[in-house]
C-alpha cells in the first residue's frame, strides 16, 4: 500500500474546503508541488476580508499548528492569483496562532516579513534571540537564515500578514528557498527587547560597520537586512506630520517608505519595498512595471485598474499587475500597506514609470 504524505494526513471538513475554494484561497501545505513552475500572468484581484477571516477561523478550527507537515508549520491561508501565489515575485499570506501555540523555529533563505493585523503586546515573533511584541500594524523583519519562531501567550488568537520573495525565487529565477528547522521548537531568547533597534535605530558598533558579511550562506553586494521592529505609531504619526507639511505626491498620496535599518534608506529588502500610504483625496492615474500589492489598514474607498474597480475596505488585500493603468479614490481618509518589487526591476535598470499620454 502506498505511503501517504503527511499532508495527506491532515483532516479539514468538507465546509472548511469549500470556504477556501469560494474564495481563491488554500493553505500553505497544499501548494507545495506548485512551487517551482512557471506562472502565468497575475490579474487585478480583491480578497475581502471578511472572506478571508472565514478561511483561517475554518483552518483554525480545523488544524493545530503541531499536525502540519514538516517544512509547512505554519497555518496560513494563501490568497491564489497565479500558480500558487498573489504574484510572480510576492508572496502574501495571512497566519494565525492560537492562544498557546507555538509555530517552530525555523530559518530559510528567502527575506520575509509580518505585518500585524490583529496582535497583542504577549504575542510576539522571535527573531535572532529577541522577542518582538506584535502590536497592531507593527511591522516585523525575518531577515534571510535567522531563526524565527511565533509565540502566543495571550488568549486571543493573533493574526498577521507573512510577506515573501518566494515566487521570485523559485520560479523566476529557478533556485531553492535554503531551508531549516531549529532543534528545538522554541528558540533560546539571548536578548533584550530593544537590543536590534539599540544596534541599528540609534548607532552602529564599530565592528558592524566594518563587517561586510551577510547572514548565512548567502553573499551580495547589498547591506544584510536585519531583525527590526518598525511600531506603527511611529509611522503613522510621521504620515501625519508628513500630510499637515507637505504637498501629496499626485499618484500616492503621503507616503513613507520602510527603510533598511542598517542603511536608513530603502528598500527594506533588496527584492522587496514596503511603504505606508496615506491617501485624504483621490490620486492621478499612471502606470509603472513593476507589481503592487496592497492590504487596507484604514479606511474605503476603491482602486480603479484599467476597466476593473477594485472597492476595498479594512483588512482587504488587493493587486495591481504591471503595466496596468491605475489610480485610488478614497471615501474619505485610508492608510495602506503598499508591497512592492521594484528593487528587482531598479537592481538592473529596467524600471520604467509613467502617465498615459491622453
Do not use: C
Request: overall charge negative; charged content about 25%.
Amino acid at each position: 500500500m502506498a505511503q501517504q504524505e503527511p499532508e495527506e494526513l491532515l483532516e479539514m471538513s468538507s465546509d472548511t474546503w469549500d470556504i477556501l475554494e469560494e474564495h481563491n484561497l488554500q493553505p500553505l501545505w497544499e501548494i507545495e508541488d506548485d512551487m517551482g513552475t512557471a506562472l502565468e500572468d497575475p490579474e487585478a484581484e480583491i480578497w475581502k476580508w471578511e472572506d478571508m477571516q472565514e478561511a483561517i477561523d475554518a483552518i483554525e478550527r480545523d488544524v493545530p499548528i503541531s499536525e502540519l507537515p514538516p517544512g509547512f508549520q505554519r497555518r496560513v491561508a494563501v490568497p491564489i492569483n497565479t500558480a500558487h501565489a498573489i504574484s510572480n515575485s510576492i508572496y502574501v499570506g495571512v497566519q494565525t496562532v492560537s492562544p498557546g501555540e507555538t509555530a517552530p523555529s525555523h530559518r530559510h533563505g528567502a527575506n520575509a516579513l509580518r505585518f500585524t493585523i490583529d496582535g497583542h503586546e504577549d504575542m510576539k515573533t522571535v527573531v535572532a534571540g529577541e522577542e518582538f511584541p506584535m502590536n497592531d500594524n507593527d511591522l516585523i523583519t525575518t531577515p534571510q537564515w535567522e531563526w524565527h519562531d511565533h509565540v502566543n501567550e495571550s488568549d486571543e488568537t493573533a493574526a498577521w500578514l507573512d510577506v515573501l520573495d518566494l515566487p521570485l525565487v523559485l520560479d523566476s529565477l529557478n533556485a531553492k528557498n535554503t531551508f531549516e528547522y531549529h532543534e528545538l521548537e522554541r528558540q533560546p531568547v539571548t536578548k533584550s527587547q530593544g537590543y536590534w533597534a539599540s544596534q541599528y535605530g540609534r548607532g552602529r558598533a564599530q565592528e558592524d560597520i566594518a563587517g561586510d558579511d551577510i547572514p548565512g550562506p548567502f553573499d551580495g553586494i547589498r547591506e544584510p537586512t536585519p531583525p527590526y521592529r518598525f511600531q506603527w505609531d511611529n509611522m503613522v504619526e510621521s504620515l501625519h506630520q508628513r500630510s499637515d507639511n507637505n504637498d501629496p505626491n499626485p499618484h500616492d498620496g503621503y507616503s513613507l517608505s520602510y527603510v533598511n535599518p542598517a542603511t536608513g534608506e530603502p528598500p527594506l529588502f533588496p527584492t522587496m519595498s514596503f511603504r505606508a500610504q496615506l491617501m485624504q483625496d483621490d490620486t492621478d492615474p499612471h502606470f509603472h512595471n513593476m507589481t503592487e500589492v496592497f492590504f487596507v489598514i484604514e479606511g474605503e474607498g476603491a482602486t480603479h485598474v484599467g476597466d476593473e474597480a477594485l472597492e476595498w475596505g479594512k483588512w482587504d488585500t488587493f493587486i495591481i499587475p504591471p503595466d496596468e493603468i491605475h489610480h485610488h479614490e478614497p471615501d474619505d481618509e485610508a492608510t495602506l500597506l503598499a508591497m512592492t518589487d521594484r528593487p528587482v526591476f531598479e537592481a538592473f535598470n529596467l524600471y520604467a514609470e509613467a502617465t498615459p499620454s491622453s
